[in-house]
T-cell receptor
Framework: GQNIDQPTEMTATEGAIVQINCTYQ??????LFWYQQHAGEAPTFLSY??LDGLEEKGRFSSFLSRSKGYSYLLLKELQMKDSASYLC??????????WGAGTKLIIKP | GAVVSQHPSRVICKSGTSVKIECRSL??????MFWYRQFPKKSLMLMAT?????????EQGVEKDKFLINHASLTLSTLTVTSAHPEDSSFYIC???????????FGPGTRLTVT
């Protein structure tokens, strides 16, 4: 079966750094997405990784290791507005998105 | 960037009635559209995938006769919840994908409340 695992909830302090991990086991791999979803809103795109390594985009970075079936989203200089759920999703061999359950990130002042 | 709209954003209906939700890609042609449902504090659940001009592919456990999907053009897909019941109350989100870009662009979602 296909499976994506990420922590259910994480807490971090404003101004700090947090890393949200995602491990996956899917039938094929055509890339991994990270989305941010605020409560009551639709997901918004953060990043897409298809090759191994780190992609940096402002305060957010995403890392991928295909051999380990592992990715992480790194958020720096945390702000209160970063409180949201972060969804990891893998594009499988049929180019269908397989979604993780999401990680709820709580930022404390 | 690509924009996807959904209408209505909120709808309240009585049990037994039908509700239609529209999803439009505003500045690109969406070869594939997806319909998701999300219950409070739960993950996105894919309901169905539709390609323009063909029948939708429903996920296991989703009743195709209850959730009617029409993808008549490259910019419009509709989801009709027929004979809605309170347990159908949820956040319904569509997304669209076009061409070689496999990113899904999400609409803002529709909150359905069935009384």
């Amino acid at each position: 079966g296909q499976n994506i695992d990420q922590p259910t909830e994480m807490t971090a302090t404003e101004g700090a750094i947090v890393q949200i991990n995602c491990t996956y086991q899917t039938s094929g791999f055509n890339g991994l997405f990270w989305y941010q979803q605020h409560a009551g809103e639709a997901p918004t795109f953060l990043s897409y990784n298809v090759l191994d390594g780190l992609e940096e985009k402002g305060r957010f970075s995403s890392f991928l290791s295909r051999s380990k079936g592992y990715s992480y989203l790194l958020l720096k200089e945390l702000q209160m507005k970063d409180s949201a759920s972060y969804l990891c999703a893998v594009l499988d061999s049929n180019y269908q998105l397989i979604w993780g359950a999401g990680t709820k990130l709580i930022i404390k002042p | 960037g690509a924009v996807v709209s959904q209408h209505p954003s909120r709808v309240i209906c009585k049990s037994g009635t039908s509700v239609k939700i529209e999803c439009r890609s505003l500045d690109f042609q969406a070869t594939t559209m997806f319909w998701y449902r999300q219950f409070p504090k739960k993950s996105l659940m894919l309901m169905a995938t539709s390609n323009e001009g063909s029948k939708a592919t429903y996920e296991q456990g989703v009743e195709k006769d209850k959730f009617l999907i029409n993808h008549a053009s490259l910019t419009l897909s509709t989801l009709t919840v027929t004979s809605a019941h309170p347990e159908d109350s949820s956040f319904y989100i569509c997304s669209a994908r076009g061409g070689k870009d496999y990113e899904q662009y999400f609409g803002p979602g529709t909150r359905l409340t069935v009384t």
